[in-house]
């Protein structure tokens, strides 16, 4: 099987598994929302949000190591995965030490009542995370798809358990996850047979030296990553103004109107699983600039039409995953959501190029651009949020994953050249932006505006995404 058919098998395979799982959890959103107040759901959303940030600490971030080195021929599937387990044992060790300290840090004080279900979270989902990863690596992509499936349905069904039956309200979240977790983690353990790849015996020193090396700076991109997406609701929570209403609740806003555009992420992950693979097992390739050079180009063009046609659609899409029965001031979700869409859409090839830094093994290049655009979020998010409250919050996101992307495309050519229409990019880009404030501002004859802007863009992507897919369906 050719290069070109075993990223459109794979793509598939995943796109399979992933999309049901996908819109199930975004179909959470929707429980969530009838449940759980804007307030609690700000305290939901940074827990959440907290879990993320602790995971790559305290896991090494080795859950990228293993299908790194478990996709490459050179190390031995035994070796990667019990390097791994025991790196990922040491640093658990560490977080239950350290983790209760965590409610004694003043802005964490939301962690206080949920210190023990926090450490929880982090624990089941970094098991499930190494298991599921090192299947992947094994090639057992329908398995992987199969789980994601799977642990879902189960998230669903105890979250409906616990808080729609229970009312355990955030507790009831957090427990639902960690159930789910485990569930996964558990499956996949038996069903994969990974206890025989499990083993001190095939512990190397050597190989844990190489793995920490490799996943080490991608411990801060992560973080980077996250503080992002945390500072944007410490500083909704937190800050004061006189101009906008800030606090808990514009907080709990905030954190549904990232949901929707999920939907973009949702396509992104599904094809990104199987691209991340296939840019490590090509990466010494003669053609692979050529085979970046088209996959991007299709991938781009695909993520401004859906784009385009998300945020053409936002009125209709949002109340499908948000709820106004029980708590009316989700009714404002929308009007946040198109600017996170263009942000979401720049997440997504910020996500596409971080593919070389992983191939080539230059993940320091993937630190100090995220370093960057993290920097400047929480800057812009200083500034703009006192003035235009969640407004800034959404065009502070995006800002920081655009320059994130120009930071990307420019350094990641350097490792493997392919050609990029740029002004393109930034016409399209432009046009979406404007998009978003037709949506919002809603001027005279705003519904005819946005229908010329959608058709624009198709018109200048569709052809990029037919030719590519020609190009690949005759190699395959």
């Known amino acids: 099987m050719n290069k070109y058919k075993k990223l459109a098998f794979n793509t598939m395979i995943f796109a399979i598994g992933g999309f049901g799982s996908k ?11 009838n449940n759980i107040g804007s307030s609690d759901s700000s305290t939901k959303e940074l827990l959440e949000i907290t879990a993320n940030f ?5 896991t090494f971030s080795m859950a990228e190591a293993v299908i790194r080195f478990g996709l490459d021929n050179k190390y031995k599937k035994e070796e990667v995965f019990s390097t791994a387990f025991c790196l990922n044992g040491v640093g658990m060790i560490l977080m239950l030490i350290v983790g209760p300290l965590l409610k004694f840090i003043s802005f964490l004080d939301f962690i206080d009542g949920y210190t023990i279900l926090l450490l929880s979270f982090v624990l089941s989902s970094s098991l499930r995370s190494l298991c599921s990863q090192f299947v992947r690596a094994r090639g057992m992509v329908k398995l992987y798809s199969l789980d994601g499936i799977l642990a879902t349905l189960s998230l669903f069904i105890f979250n409906i358990v616990f808080i729609s039956n229970f009312h355990w309200g955030v507790k009831g979240f957090m427990l639902a996850s960690i159930m789910a977790d485990l569930c996964s983690a558990i499956f996949l353990f038996i069903v994969a047979k990974l206890d025989k790849f499990l083993g001190f015996r095939y512990y190397s ?14 411990i801060p991109t992560v973080i980077m990553w996250v503080i992002t997406g945390f500072s944007d609701r410490l500083f909704i929570r937190y800050m004061h103004s006189d101009r906008v209403a800030l606090g808990s609740s514009a907080a ?3 954190g549904y109107a990232t949901k929707v555009p999920n939907l973009i992420s949702m396509v992104s992950t599904i094809f990104f699983s199987a691209w991340n693979m296939s840019a490590i097992m090509e990466n010494d390739s003669e053609d692979r600039s050529n085979f970046y050079e088209k996959v991007y180009g299709a991938y781009e063009s695909l993520l401004f039409i859906a784009s385009a046609f998300l945020i053409a659609g936002v009125q209709i899409v949002t109340p499908l995953f948000v709820s106004t029965k029980n708590f009316s001031e989700y009714g404002d979700v929308y009007k946040y959501t198109p600017v996170l869409v263009v942000a979401v859409l720049f997440m997504c090839l910020d996500q596409f190029l971080s593919s070389i830094y992983t191939a080539t093994k230059h993940t320091k290049n993937s630190f100090w651009t995220s370093f960057a655009a993290s920097m400047a979020n929480i800057v812009l998010n200083f500034f703009l949020i006192p003035e235009w409250g969640i407004y800034g919050a959404c065009i502070a996101t995006f800002l920081s994953y655009y320059l994130c992307f120009w930071a990307r495309i420019i350094d990641a050519r350097y490792y493997v050249p392919f050609r990029f229409d740029g002004i393109k990019s930034f016409v399209n880009t432009m046009v979406l932006v404007l998009m978003s ?3 919002i501002a809603k001027p005279t004859a705003y519904i005819l505006w946005v229908l010329i802007m959608l058709a ?3 018109w200048s992507n569709y052809k ?3 030719d590519t897919a020609k190009k690949l369906l005759n190699r395959a």
């Not at 602790?54 to 305290?58: R, S, T």
């Not at 920490?212 to 700076?217: D, K, T, Y």
């Open 54 to 58: 602790l995971l790559p600490i305290f």
């Open 23 to 33: 819109i199930l959890a975004l179909l959470l959103t929707r429980l969530y929302t």
């Open 205 to 218: 020193k050597k190989l844990a030296t190489s793995m920490m090396r490799f996943a080490v700076p991608l």
């Open 252 to 254: 709990g806003i905030y």
């Open 437 to 439: 404030w037709v949506i």
């Open 456 to 458: 624009f863009v198709v």
């Open 464 to 466: 990029a995404m037919i």
